[in-house]
């Protein structure tokens, strides 16, 4: 059986039709490759951004806890402070910042701001101290306050 150059050049062009040669795969993956990439360096962006947001939200919440926890036993609640991050002994809490994040920690005293390294929480709301909380990362700032006269802890 003798096969005819016509049918030969048939069987190729349609092996051609059906799959992508090596160089064609090869730029289909750099591509996929290059987008993955940017991709991820965006991802890694707004990660950091919100490790820095849930920062600011958990020290909102660990203020107000100690806050209640200064009031439920009728003692001071104590908190170290740090650029670092924060400890509450009494609630068993040490926290550090994201790796990226510092923080400055400001009291009203004498009819200054001062930085701060120890707070001491009151049993009463209306004793609270004026406290202003600067969370830096890069070039974002958020701020969480305690209100002097209502004792209320909030952020920015």
Same mark, same amino acid.
């Given at each position: 059986?003798? *096969?005819?150059?016509?049918?030969?050049?048939?069987?190729?062009?349609?092996?051609?039709?059906?799959?992508?040669?090596?160089?064609?795969?090869?730029?289909?993956?750099?591509?996929?490759?290059?987008?993955?990439? &940017?991709?991820?360096?965006?991802?890694?962006?707004?990660?950091?951004?919100?490790?820095? $947001?849930?920062?600011?939200? $958990? %020290?909102?919440?660990? %203020?107000?806890?100690?806050?209640?926890?200064?009031?439920?036993?009728?003692?001071?609640? *104590?908190?170290?402070?740090?650029?670092?991050?924060?400890? *509450?002994?009494?609630?068993?809490?040490?926290?550090?910042? !994201?790796?990226?994040?510092?923080?400055?920690?400001?009291?009203?005293?004498?009819?200054?701001? $001062?930085?701060?390294?120890?707070?001491?929480? !009151?049993?009463?709301?209306?004793?609270?101290?004026?406290?202003?909380?600067?969370?830096?990362?890069?070039?974002?700032? &958020?701020?969480? $306050?305690?209100?002097?006269?209502?004792?209320?802890?909030?952020?920015?």
């Amino acid at each position: 059986m003798a *096969i005819s150059p016509a049918a030969n050049r048939g069987d190729r062009s349609s092996a051609n039709e059906r799959g992508m040669t090596l160089f064609e795969l090869l730029i289909a993956l750099s591509i996929f490759a290059a987008i993955a990439s &940017l991709s991820g360096v965006a991802l890694a962006g707004s990660l950091g951004h919100l490790r820095y $947001q849930r920062s600011a939200e $958990q %020290l909102v919440l660990d %203020l107000r806890r100690a806050s209640l926890k200064a009031r439920s036993t009728g003692d001071e609640t *104590i908190i170290r402070l740090s650029p670092q991050g924060y400890s *509450i002994e009494a609630l068993e809490i040490d926290r550090t910042w !994201p790796r990226d994040v510092t923080a400055v920690w400001r009291v009203h005293q004498a009819g200054s701001w $001062q930085v701060a390294t120890v707070l001491a929480l !009151p049993p009463r709301t209306v004793a609270s101290p004026e406290l202003e909380v600067e969370i830096l990362r890069g070039d974002d700032r &958020l701020s969480v $306050q305690i209100d002097r006269v209502t004792g209320r802890v909030h952020a920015g």
